[in-house]
Structures are given as structure tokens and as C-alpha cells.
């Protein structure tokens, strides 16, 4: 196992820039999950580690060691993708053992088919070992394709996206399984998707690239509590945060265009009465409540069971709100609700940056 | 989709067999035609009008094979017995088997035919060799002005090849390349290259390039990713190229009727050329022809499936 260092890592592809300036650090053994919307870079960044695609500048370390000018093969890592990794023409158990047959690796066929047969009981597709590949479902390819990458043991896991053509109950049951798996191997794992909820429930940290830059590193909850940016704030979280424009009125948020004047805590001293801000609150810090200081008319109700998501309108803005399943509302109806005055996050509103960072 | 069946489809069905039925008899006609006339006796073969229903025998074809003389006198009675059946045949026909030490000596039909497979096989090895080689470089690489490159090779086909016999058949003189096998090769390869990249270069653009990064991932070389995820992907475009390839080259008329003489001569000059000796003997250029169709036949028998996928690739592939 090993760690990984990104160091001012540009790619440009002809005139585009994929990523640019990338500072990336994984510790060894951690599930880093690399979180961005389509294009930001995320399979350029795990081919570059791989070794397929070579940075523009910048350099890539594998434990301590430039791996610039290494070959593929020797960079030792595992890559499993959304689609196409399994060999059709093969059964499963000739893509497991199909690693372990490389020349490089020099090992004989008691070893593969014993190793084969560890990685197949764990990931439970012992039973598919002679099947064609092109004829499984879709989850159990996935498997076989993680499986190809555990049968040998790689210093990294780099993992785009196995999960995301998946249907959404099998996504959540592998989503646990790839988890426990990588805790039980100890595994550094880079795992890039663009399903923030896999991002909250698997990573150690989470790395939030746009664009291809990345706008911040952290824990889940670091990054959910104190995004550092509108942009974080709106990536993590379903539904996201609520950003409200407005301004600062003898300690009060003053958000104009809703009509709204919400109690909220000290604001940073950067904060200026008067400038324009950015009020981010995440739709569980809202409650409906008798007395309270806001009016608002529900839009929209989407029932999830254990809560409920309401969308609602005050004046010309639209936000969400989480409650209980209980709560009595109605569409249309007006309702008095407050905020959670403590976990209100100040942004500029100019450059969306989080008024209290760093 | 199989149990409900329109009106339309139900008078349609017939009818197409029909029209299909008539396609392929007129097609076949000529096959027909010549494959009859191979096995006909000499005297049944130019009749008119034709002579449809036959006592068929083989004698064109030891005919073919043969180096044969008019019979000035009649064999004896035991030397014809002694003969064997084939022999017998020719002794019939007025004409004795030329011998040499005893053996009888081939006529020059089996060592064209021989130089035909040669030059065709080779050929064909070798332009769909270096075609999927480098249809792979191609498709993979960055190829700085692939499209230019690409573009150029196909130009290659433009003009009519015969456009240029004369300052080919220059050149190959010079070279000492005429009436030589290694010449039609080189001839032939050239022809095939070209259209061998453009053909491979689709199937192996078809192939996700990531089933090779996989590979290489998995701790492959390059080379080790070609041979065993790329070349079994592609056997489907490799088989139809090669049947196209081989086509080509064993079907080639004019540079070889301009380009060989003797020793490296193949069966399509060959085979019209034996109709300028005397009385031309139809029977036994229908023979030859015959003969020469059959590995075409079979090569394209061998490899129909792959035949059938290939030409219709991307239309009905999943
Ligand atoms: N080989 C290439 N040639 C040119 N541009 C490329 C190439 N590969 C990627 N790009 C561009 O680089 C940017 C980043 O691509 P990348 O595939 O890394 O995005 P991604 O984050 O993985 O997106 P997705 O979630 O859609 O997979 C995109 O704008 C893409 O068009
Ligand atoms: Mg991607």
C-alpha cells in the first residue's frame, strides 16, 4: 500500500485546460474520494496517476518516489472503471487471473488459481468463475471488475466511477461492500464520482474539484460544515445549501429579495455591515415553527419517508427545506419558519469565498 | 415479432422468395455454365444448340493436367490395357500422354495455379499484416496529420491501376522484378494496403481502447495488449479483409499478363492464353476454370461468418 502525492499537476489538451495547478495528497490507507461535475477532470487525474496520460507539468508521486517516467505496469495500480474494463471474449475467471498472468509477475498457476479463488469469495462471485463475462448483469461485472483489481495487490486502488451505471438499490449495497472492503485490505483507495452521497458515506476525505481546479480538501463533515466556497456548498448535501443573497442589518440577515430579516450569530469581521453577502443554511437548520421570524408559501412537498422536503417561496427566492415526516403542510399553504441562527455560513457575495476560512 | 404476420407480409413472403430464387439462378448462370462444360466430352461441348443432358466424364481434367501429343499410331492393344484409366482417356480422345523416364510429364496448369496461391496468399499475409498494424497506429496514437496520411493511402487506389502498367513494368525491368513471384507480391501488397488500413482501421476504432489500458494496467506491455486483447477482438475485420485481399489478388488480370511470362505466370493470364493454341479445347479451359474458382470458394466458405459480421459491422453489431 502506499500513499500519493500530487504536486502542481497541469494537463492541457491542445487549447483546453483539464486540470490545472492540482495539489493532491492521499495517505496511505485512506478511501479519498475525488468529487466534481462531469468534466472537471476527475478521470484525466486518475489516468495520470495510472500512468496513460502524462501531466502537461507537475509531478506525480507513488510513496515518496517521481513516478514520471515510469511505464504503466510498474506504477503497480489498480483501475477500475464505469464500463468496458472486463475482457468480453473471457469468462470471469480468466479476467481474474488475467493480471496475475502478465509476464512482469512471473507467478504459476497454483498461486493464480489460489488467488483467484480468494478474490472471488470475497467480492461472493465464486459462483460466476465460468461464466462469459458479456453475459452477466450489470452489478455483477462491476464486481468482477473490482475483483480483477483486488486479485493482486496494487499499492492503489484508483476507482472511476464502478458505481454510477448502477441502479440505485444495487449502488447502495456495493457502495457499503467497496467500503468494507477497502477498510479490511487497509487499501489506499482514490475513488472519483460525481454522486455526492458517495462521496459523504464512503471517503476519509473528500477532494471538491471544479473545473480542474480543487476548491477544497477535507472530511465529509468538514467540507459539509464549512465549505469554503458557494461552489462546495452547493456539491455536497441533498438537496444542497440554500444560498439567500442579501446583507448584514445590525445583526440581522437581511435577505431583500425575500423580505426576510432572520436572526443570525456574530458575523466574521470581514463582513462589513452594508456589503453584499451570500447566506448559506442547510435545509435540516430550518423548522417550521409558530412564532417564528420568517413567511414563506410551500411550492412543493416531495415525501422521502422518514422526512420531508419542502420547497418554498418567499418573494421572488426558492429554498428547501428538510422536516419531519409529520409535519403537517400543505401546497400553498404560508407557513412561519426559523432558521438555526448558529450554523448560518457567511459568504462574500462577490466571490462566493466563505467569509471565515482559513 | 414471429407470430403476427400482416397480409402484406404473408403474399410479400413468396413473392421474394421467388424474385430471389430468379436473382440467384441468374447469377449462378454462367457458374453453371462453365462447371458443366468442364465435364462435358469434347464433341458434346461446342454444339448447337446446347447439349444439356450429358454422360459427364473427367477427361477435361486429365486434359488439364497433362502434357499431351496427337497420336500418330494407335497404341497396341496391351500397351491401352497396361495404361491406366486416365491414360485411357487421352488414348480415346486421339492424343497420348508425353512422357518423360516413364513419368508423364504435368502440363503447366498445376505450377500456375501453384503461383497463383503463392503470389495470392503471401500477398494477402502481408497486406493485412501491415494494414492492421498500421490501422492500430492509426487508431491509437496521436499521429501527427493522421488524416492527411490516411487520405494519402487511400489516393493510392484512385487512379486505375493499369494507368500506370508501362512505367511499372519500366521500373520492374530495371529491377529485374519482372516474370518473378517476389514482384506480384510487392505489386499486390501495395494494392491491398490501402484499403486494407481504411477496413481494419474501422474494426479496430470499434474496439474501446480501454480494454487495452486495462491491460496495460493489469501489467501489460503494449505489444503483449495487441496481440492478446486487440488481435482476438479484431479476427472478425481481420477475416474479411483477408477474404477482400485475397480476392483482389487472386482475380488480378493485367499486371500480371503484363508483369509475368513464364515462371511466375499465374492461372488468370494462363488459363485465356491456352485459348490462342489451336483449336481452342473449351472442355479443358472450363476444367481450369473451374479448379481456379474453388479456393476463392473455399476460402470464403471457411471464413463466411466472420464474412457476414464483418461486411455489416457497426449495422447489426449488439
Ligand atoms: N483525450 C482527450 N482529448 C481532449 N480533451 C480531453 C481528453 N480527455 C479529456 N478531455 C477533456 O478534459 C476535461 C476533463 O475530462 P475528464 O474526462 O477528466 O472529466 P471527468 O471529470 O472524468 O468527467 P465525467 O464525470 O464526465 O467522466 C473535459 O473537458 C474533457 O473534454
Ligand atoms: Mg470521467
Known sequence: ?358 | MAAVTSRAQRIGRPVSIIAILLVTAIFLFPIYWIGSTAFKPRNVATSVPPTVFFQPEITPFVKLFTKRAQLREQPTQEEYDAAPWWEQAIYDGGERVIKARGEPLLSQYPSRFINSLIVSVVSTVLAVGMGTLTAYGFSRFRVPGADDWLFFILSTRMLPPVVVAIPMFLMYRTFGLTDTHVGLIILYTAFNLSFAVWLMRGFIDEIPKEYEEAALVDGYTRIQAFYKIVLPESVTGIAATSIFSFIIAWNEYAFALIMTTRRAQTAPPFIPSQIGSGLPEWTVIAAGTVLFLLPVAIFTFLLRNHLLRGVTFGAIRK
Open chain 1, 1 to 358: 500500500m502506499a500513499n500519493i502525492a500530487l504536486k502542481g499537476v497541469t494537463k492541457r489538451f491542445g487549447n483546453l485546460t483539464a486540470l490545472k495547478d492540482l495539489d493532491l495528497e492521499i495517505t496511505d490507507g485512506e478511501f479519498f474520494v475525488l468529487l466534481g461535475r462531469t468534466g472537471a477532470g476527475k478521470t484525466t487525474t486518475l489516468r495520470m496517476i495510472a500512468g496513460l496520460e502524462e501531466p502537461t507539468s507537475g509531478q506525480i508521486f507513488i510513496d515518496g518516489q517521481d513516478v514520471g517516467d515510469w511505464g504503466v505496469a510498474e506504477r503497480d495500480v489498480a483501475l477500475v472503471l464505469q464500463q468496458y474494463s472486463l475482457y468480453p471474449r473471457y469468462t470471469v475467471r480468466e479476467n481474474l487471473a488475467f493480471p496475475l498472468k502478465s509476464p512482469i509477475r512471473r507467478l504459476d498457476a497454483a498461486t493464480i488459481a489460489q488467488q483467484v479463488e480468494r478474490a472471488a469469495k470475497t467480492l461472493r462471485i465464486d459462483h460466476l468463475l465460468d461464466r462469459k463475462v458479456d453475459k452477466l448483469s450489470g452489478g455483477e461485472m462491476q464486481r468482477v471488475s473490482i475483483g480483477r483489481a483486488i486479485v493482486r495487490n496494487p499499492r492503489v486502488f484508483l476507482m472511476d466511477e464502478p458505481l454510477s451505471a448502477l441502479d440505485a438499490k444495487l449502488r447502495e449495497a456495493l457502495r457499503t461492500e467497496l467500503k468494507n472492503l477497502q477498510v479490511n485490505l487497509g487499501a489506499t483507495f482514490l475513488f472519483v464520482t460525481h454522486d455526492q452521497v458517495e462521496a459523504m458515506s464512503m471517503a476519509d476525505h473528500i477532494g471538491v474539484l471544479n473545473e480542474g481546479q480543487l476548491v477544497q480538501t477535507g472530511t465529509p463533515h468538514e467540507v459539509y460544515n464549512h465549505p469554503l466556497n458557494t461552489f462546495v456548498a452547493q456539491s455536497v448535501g441533498s438537496p444542497p445549501m440554500n444560498l439567500l443573497a442579501g446583507k448584514l442589518d445590525k445583526g440581522k440577515a437581511l435577505i431583500a429579495e425575500a423580505g426576510l430579516a432572520m436572526p443570525c450569530r456574530a458575523a466574521p469581521a470581514q463582513a462589513n455591515a452594508g456589503s453584499s453577502l451570500v447566506f448559506g443554511v442547510r435545509p435540516e437548520d430550518i423548522s417550521l415553527e409558530a412564532d417564528a421570524p420568517g413567511e414563506a408559501r410551500i411550492y412543493d412537498i416531495e415525501n422521502h419517508g422518514v422526512e420531508k422536503i419542502l420547497t418554498m417561496r418567499a418573494g421572488e427566492t426558492t429554498f428547501a427545506a428538510t422536516v419531519a415526516a409529520n409535519s403537517q403542510v400543505a401546497i400553498d399553504e404560508t407557513v412561519r419558519f426559523a432558521w438555526n441562527p448558529d450554523k448560518i455560513v457567511f459568504f462574500d457575495g462577490e466571490t462566493g469565498n466563505n467569509l471565515q476560512a482559513g
